[in-house]
């Protein structure tokens, strides 16, 4: 009789335990859904009081053209940018094709002086942002500048200035190095002569991310439109 009512008691302490087990896991659930629905009620919040974005202006520089309307036009055509390479010799190389930027003129923008100052990367930078500011009809002098920048996103920079500077380190010594060197060669400077040239004061930097560096260029800078900043 003894041992039959220990066995009752300890069955009924195992359907106890399980019963409250399967209790917390009831309020757990209960929990996690309330915790959820605050979540989303929290996000519709921050939706409705964030900015809305868009584009409103483009411009660009490629091998296709020059403008967002001719580089559209050549693609509906068909063409192709790649052809046999014309800025350097390339005879030794395995390839020698390459989509190469032709007919671009910078005068329009910066001195004979200046254009040997700024690597192609920045003057590209800065001719293609000024055609996406006239094509949007911004007049920056109309607006904050504390309030406006440049997230431009380059996965190296001027490369062509980090090669010269080292054959002149190497051959001819560190006093034929060019000053301009860094100015020219570092990746941030795209988007800092971009505010330069404007007169923008606020957010400069660059984003470096190998071929997904323009995503999230555009994404960085769509996030800081909706935040406010």
């Not at 989509?99 to 192609?120: H, K, L, M, N």
């Not at 920048?149 to 060019?178: D, K, Q, W």
């Amino acid at each position: 009789r003894l041992s039959s009512l220990v066995y009752i008691y300890a069955s009924e302490s195992v359907l106890l335990h399980k019963y409250f087990l399967n209790n917390i896991f009831l309020l757990q659930i209960v929990f996690f859904f309330r915790l959820l629905r605050k979540c989303y009620n929290f996000f519709c919040y921050i939706c409705r009081t964030m900015e809305n974005v868009v584009i409103t202006g483009m411009g660009c520089v490629s091998s296709l053209g020059n403008t967002p309307e001719l580089l559209w036009q050549n693609l509906l055509q068909g063409k192709s940018g790649i052809a046999t390479i014309q800025r350097f010799d390339a005879s030794a190389y395995t390839s020698r094709i390459a989509s190469e930027i032709r007919e671009f003129d910078a005068t329009g923008i910066y001195s004979t002086r200046d254009q040997s100052r700024f690597s192609r990367c920045i003057q590209y930078a800065v001719y293609s942002s000024l055609q996406a500011l006239r094509q949007a009809g911004i007049a920056p002098e109309n607006e904050n500048p504390e309030r406006c920048g440049a997230i431009i996103g380059s996965s190296i920079g001027g490369l062509l200035h980090c090669y010269e500077a080292a054959v002149a380190l190497c051959t001819r010594g560190p006093s034929r190095v060019s000053p301009f060197y860094i100015p020219m060669a570092i990746v941030n400077m795209p988007a800092g002569e971009v505010c330069n040239k404007i007169g923008w004061m606020g957010p400069s930097y660059t984003v470096t991310s190998a071929c997904a560096t323009s995503n999230h260029s555009i994404a960085n800078a769509y996030d800081m439109i909706r935040l406010g900043r």
